[in-house]
């Protein structure tokens, strides 16, 4: 099929009344077409007035109907129509070459794709710019939400500002400067703007280790582990509870530290096992029954030791425990509950 063309169709004087004829078509410009003609297609309860053309091998229509204005393709399938009411209907995809504008309001049934660098908004005062990085601009004015956020949170990368602040934001959440939960067991939620954060880390069913019965034990697992570079730690915060097996009644010792706990040891070294909260004598049933630490600075001091986290400084956040295990217990030590840590990236 030749390609269609047909440069400027004028229709002066037209009456899309049934019966009427048509009083004047120009036509100006017109390139691959073997025929153009006005018919009425009349049966026993419509008459539909239209223009066929055609090329070589097709027809294409423009017709009355039904008070609409429509366009066929050579299937006799209408593709764009116009109605009585003077709304503009494509029912397939449209490529705009240049500017698409409209007086009116354009409802999209689908997706709207346009080149890099395309823009929704106002002539001369562009207010949405997309560009073919994912990046989207607003120029020339404020983005307003009108009562509270729908979403509980709002994500933004790394060194994303926002002028005046947020108002109604009750969370945010970032993905710019952001450690990693260490384990499947342990999930990170990451809450600031990319610099100052609020990390939670909940855990479920969380393997801390696996205790020798009737011996001093030592161990630990990693909650997190902070990205490189440098950072600034506030306090730790934990309501975690412990499971162990059908042995419910031992008392470990229990903290937070930058290094795992190790070796046939019934307590915590003072030091790297415990340096973000020190060993706590664990008072309830190992029957998952929580209890609440904190918030506490670093053991060390607020803003002292480990908490002034230079770029060599161990990152990890790790769950210790040691004790002189009971003799009769089985499986391994799990953690359920909730550690949240405040904390500031700088480099």
């Not at 018919?39 to 008070?67: E, G, H, K, M, P």
């Not at 307003?144 to 945010?172: I, P, R």
């Not at 609020?198 to 001093?216: D, K």
């Not at 209890?291 to 990890?316: F, M, Q, R, V």
């Amino acid at each position: 099929m030749k390609k269609l063309l047909l440069t400027i169709l004028l229709v002066v004087g037209i009456n899309y009344s049934q019966g009427v004829d048509y009083s004047m078509i120009y036509l100006i410009e017109n390139y691959a077409f073997s025929s153009i003609n006005v018919a009425t297609l009349t049966n026993d309860t419509t008459t539909v007035n239209q223009i066929n053309i055609t090329d070589d091998t097709d027809t294409y229509y423009l017709r009355v109907a039904s008070d609409t204005l429509g366009f066929y393709n050579d299937n006799d399938v209408r593709i764009v129509y116009a109605d009585s009411l003077g709304d503009l209907w494509a029912l397939k995809d449209i490529t705009a070459g240049e500017d698409l504008v409209a007086v009116g309001d354009v409802s999209v049934g689908d997706d709207i794709l346009m080149a890099t660098g395309g823009i929704i908004g106002i002539t001369g005062n562009e207010i949405i710019t997309f560009d073919e990085a994912g990046t989207i601009n607003f120029t020339g004015a404020s983005v307003d939400v009108d009562g509270a956020f729908s979403a509980s949170s709002l994500e933004s990368d790394a060194g994303a500002q926002f002028a005046g602040g947020l108002t109604g934001v009750t969370t945010m959440r970032t993905t710019g400067n952001i450690g990693t939960a260490d384990s499947a067991s342990v999930v990170a939620l990451e809450y600031g703007d990319g610099f100052h954060h609020i990390t939670v880390l909940t855990l479920s069913a969380h393997i801390v280790g696996t205790p020798n019965a009737g011996n001093n034990l030592a161990f630990g697992s990693t909650l997190y582990t902070f990205p490189a570079g440098t950072h600034v730690h506030y306090t730790t915060y934990s309501n975690i509870g412990f499971t162990a097996g059908t042995q419910q009644d031992d008392a470990p010792d229990i903290g937070v530290g930058s290094v795992v706990g190790s070796g046939a040891s019934a307590t915590l070294n003072g030091g790297d096992n415990e340096d973000y909260i020190t060993g706590q004598t664990w008072a309830s049933t190992l029957d998952g029954t929580a209890e609440i630490d904190g918030p506490l600075g670093a053991t060390a001091g607020i803003l002292t030791g480990i908490s002034l986290n230079a770029a060599a400084n161990s990152k990890k956040v790790i769950l210790n425990a040691a004790d002189g295990w009971h003799a009769s217990i089985t499986g391994n030590l799990t953690a359920d509950g909730t550690v949240i840590i405040v904390w500031d990236f700088l480099e």
